[in-house]
């Protein structure tokens, strides 16, 4: 049987591009070392000393776990070695890492936006988690950047994806060429095609919300919720039920299967609760590029003009004819607030 590595197939790939300079390789090369090396850690958590709480906050008020802090680590620390990015920017830290100065890498072309470890909160009970990633050209030629290069909107990025620590370790990723699975092989220590060309279906059967929040939800959404779980044969429905609590792994889940998951506005989270710049747009990248689609309620995720670092977004993401049923029926609210 005839295996193809991630390395072989993105080698593979910049062929098309015989101007490349091997930079985007690199890039996508550090970020597979980065989730080996994450995987390592994940695999062993039951056995050293890396489960439970950091003690510490992030920036955004969460607590952070210690593989949080790990992952962190060594995805920033692999990406600031490897010379190709000018900036980058976790969901861990408050500001990004500009590295656009001389002293730094002023030509590096790539900006790198991740989420280094998604779902952490599931980690001391062995529940999959994973990594989001998000990648921009830069704008600007060289030298400092510059509020173009922030301003970019999802539909820029030149590639996202993520890495599942799951049941196997996966990383899924595109280059708006469709989106391309790859499993970790541990005997070999190299992630295998194993997943070419993946398509979610248009309809699938499983809607994925954390429900303990409806009375928080707007008539839209809850009515939508009573839709799902209607009788109608026809249709599929009711519709099931599954919410794992890390994104990354009711995502892949709904990319595999079909299906959808909803993160809508609530009176805590009035913006949504994820974050725009390494957990919205990245997926709705891959999401698209299936042939899935991702919106806020009122627009394409991939056409929100972003504002500020950890900015967040409702979601509503998965197969196409999931999303464009919930879009009904929120339509009424849209079409109040922008008659308002
Ligand atoms: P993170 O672990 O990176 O902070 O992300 C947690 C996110 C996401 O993975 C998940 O879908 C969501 O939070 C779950 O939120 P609720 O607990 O509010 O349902
Ligand atoms: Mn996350
Ligand atoms: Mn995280």
Aim: with cysteine; charged share 20%.
């Amino acid at each position: 049987m005839s295996i193809q590595t991630l390395e072989q197939f993105i080698t593979e790939q910049q062929t098309q591009f015989p101007q490349a300079k091997g930079e985007f390789t690199r890039l996508l090369q550090s970020i597979s070392l980065a989730a080996k090396i994450v995987h390592r850690e994940v695999n062993k958590a039951g056995l050293a000393d890396i489960l439970g709480k950091q003690g510490s906050q992030n920036i955004q008020g969460e607590e952070q776990q210690k593989l949080d802090v790990f992952a962190d680590y060594y995805f920033l620390d692999i990406l600031k070695k490897a010379g190709e990015c000018c900036y980058l920017a976790s969901e861990e830290h408050e500001d990004g890492l500009d590295l656009s100065s001389p002293s730094h890498y002023p030509n590096g072309k790539y900006m790198v936006y991740f989420d280094p470890l998604d779902g952490s909160s599931n980690i001391d009970a062995n529940v999959s988690v994973g990594t989001i990633f998000s990648i921009y050209r830069r704008v600007s030629p060289s030298g400092e950047l510059q509020d173009e290069d922030f301003a970019q909107t999802g539909r820029q990025q030149v590639a996202a994806g993520y890495v599942i620590y799951g049941s196997s370790t996966m990383l899924v990723y595109s280059t708006g060429k469709g989106v391309n699975g790859f499993t970790l092989d541990p005997s070999i220590g190299e992630f295998c095609l194993s997943h070419p060309q993946l398509r979610i279906p248009e309809l699938g059967k499983t809607y994925s919300i954390n429900e303990s929040n409806y009375n928080q939800f707007s008539a839209g959404i809850k009515q939508y919720l009573q839709f799902c779980k209607n009788q109608d044969p026809a249709t599929q429905r009711p519709y099931t039920s599954r919410y794992i609590g890390s994104l990354v792994a009711d995502f892949h889940r709904n990319l595999i299967q079909g299906g959808i998951f909803l993160y809508p506005e609530t009176s805590t989270y009035p913006n949504g609760k994820l974050r725009l710049m390494y957990e919205c747009n990245p997926l709705a990248f891959i999401a698209e590029q299936a042939g899935g689609k991702a919106s806020t309620g009122f627009l394409p995720i991939l056409d929100i003009q972003p504002n500020a670092l950890h900015q967040r977004c409702p979601l509503i993401i998965g197969s196409v004819r999931m999303v464009e049923e919930v879009l009904l029926y929120v339509k009424e609210e849209v079409e109040l607030i922008l008659n308002s």
